[in-house]
């Protein structure tokens, strides 16, 4: 039997500006998500209980035990769904863990979208499970262009075929980064509203910067890349991306990248 495959793709903020806190003590936020061709790979198959294998150059990064989210997204997903059997799940780490670009997130989306499809049940099951699991798994699960407000969760789709295609290139000091951590030094002004996310910024940089100097060191880098027309830091760090005018360009400062770094030459979707 060919197993359940799912793509667990990298997320980009291509903006993100902080409004303000809110009383549930979390961040009011203003962003635009875009999702990468590339990210995690998930398999699943069949089995009595649900089980989760681990592989990648990630791997090791990982908590084990209820703590990691695929697990907490697969018994959250067969519990609101009162599903009676279990699934053997494999997951194939990528991208690196607390890098800012989805990674447990997507991990957790792409369980509920495999788990879904092998246990043939009706999709809002998945939807419904996803905000409990964290800010960003909604977006995750919809891998689609999206504007995200409230704490990141509440979506509203827009157009993205003016950047599908877009070649990209992630770079990371390999350094991970608390998103607790960062939004605590947000400095408590609100950062103005999000119109254009090519005049935006992310306003938890200077925070992260605070925490890994390195960003600016990789920030500047990309800048400094022939064809890299957008640089920017993604989510709460440690990751930054650069857009490019072409995917030789592209593939030109991919060559390039300081070899201590972890990066990826991808597209966005």
């Given at each position: 039997m060919i197993p359940h495959r799912d793509i667990a793709a990298a997320k980009l903020n291509l903006a993100l500006h902080v409004r303000e806190k809110r009383p549930d003590g979390?961040?009011?936020?203003?962003?635009?998500f875009a999702f990468c061709t590339d990210g995690d790979r998930l398999t699943a198959d069949p089995a009595d209980a649900i089980t989760l294998t681990v592989s990648g150059p990630f791997a090791g990064d990982l908590p084990d035990g209820g703590d990691n989210l695929v697990l907490r997204a697969a018994h959250a997903l067969q519990e609101a769904a009162t599903v009676p059997h279990g699934a053997a799940i494999h997951l194939d780490k990528r991208l690196p863990v607390a890098a800012g670009i989805g990674g447990g997130s997507a991990d957790a989306a792409a369980a509920l979208r495999l788990l879904t499809s092998l246990w043939h049940i009706d999709p809002p099951h998945a939807a419904a499970v996803a905000p409990a699991l964290g800010s960003d798994v909604p977006a995750c699960l919809l891998s689609?262009?999206?504007?995200?407000a409230g704490a990141g969760d509440e979506l509203s789709l827009i157009d993205g075929s003016d950047i599908a295609g877009t070649p990209v290139l992630l770079a990371n000091p390999r350094e991970a980064l608390s998103t607790a951590a960062v939004f605590a030094r947000w400095n408590g002004i609100d950062q103005g509203p999000l119109d254009d996310w090519r005049q935006g910024f992310n306003g938890l940089e200077a925070g992260a910067q605070e925490l890994v100097p390195q960003i600016a060191t990789v920030i500047a880098w990309l800048t400094a890349q022939p064809g890299a027309n957008v640089v920017r830091m993604s989510g709460s760090g440690a990751t930054c991306f650069a857009l490019f005018e072409s995917a030789e360009a592209r593939d030109r400062a991919a060559e390039a990248v300081p070899r201590e770094w972890w990066h990826l030459a991808t597209t966005l979707r």
């Open positions: 979390r961040h009011a936020i203003e962003t635009i689609l262009t999206a504007r995200g």
